[in-house]
Structure formats: C-alpha cells, structure tokens
C-alpha cells in the first residue's frame, strides 16, 4: 500500500515560493534543506508541500495543480481581494451554476484553483 505523503513545485526560489505558500495556508516550513528544498506542512492539508529548486521551471501551464475548497464562511469576492494582495494572480471564474472555482496562479506563475464551497 502506498499513500501520497507530498506534492512537490518545482521552482527557481524555493524558500520564498514556501514561505509565500506557507503564509497564504496558515502553515509553516517545517524543513529547508539549505535552500534548494523545502517542505510545507498547513493544519488544513492533508499532505507536504515540497518547493524544489530548479535551474529552468518548465514553462507553460502546469500539468498538475492544486485544487482547494473555500469553506462557506469564506465570502468569494474578500477571498480573491486577499489572494491577490498576497501576490496572486486572478485568472479567472471558471466552471457553471451549479459549481464553480476561481484559477490563480502563485508568484511563480503555478496554477491552482478554490472552488466554492460543496
């Protein structure tokens, strides 16, 4: 049986990427190894961020992303106002009706996604 532990960012500054990342999830950088990896661990996700250093991110949309849900306290238009204070950018409202999630994309241009709360 295997479970999955971490997912892991490549990027060309590890140690600002997590501790962005680390802020932004109410988390902290539980290990920096001497800035070329890092790892984040947030009370509310279930597995380990891992920055690692990278001389050339691929460029381009990336091919995993991290998917969160806004909890229904959590009002969308204060949500993105935060996110974007923080150093995101707002791509856009995707999705119907019925559901739908907001894309950003970090400082490092990694993409990722907040749903509305289900």
Do not use: Y
Request: aromatic share 10%; net charge negative.
């Amino acid at each position: 049986m295997i479970r999955l532990g971490m997912i892991t960012i490549d990027t060309a500054d590890p140690r600002s990427l997590a501790a962005w990342w680390a802020e932004r999830l109410g988390g902290e950088i539980v290990q920096d190894s001497d800035g070329w990896f890092c790892m984040v661990r947030a009370p509310e996700v279930p597995v380990a961020l891992g920055f690692q250093k990278v001389e050339h991110p691929s460029p381009g949309k990336n091919r995993l992303h991290l998917d969160f849900d806004r909890t229904p306290d959590v009002d969308r238009e204060a949500m993105i106002t935060a996110w974007i204070t923080a150093g995101a950018t707002h791509l856009g409202q995707r999705g119907e009706s019925e559901f739908s999630w907001d894309t950003f994309a970090d400082p490092a241009g990694n993409e990722f996604c907040i749903g509305d709360p289900h």
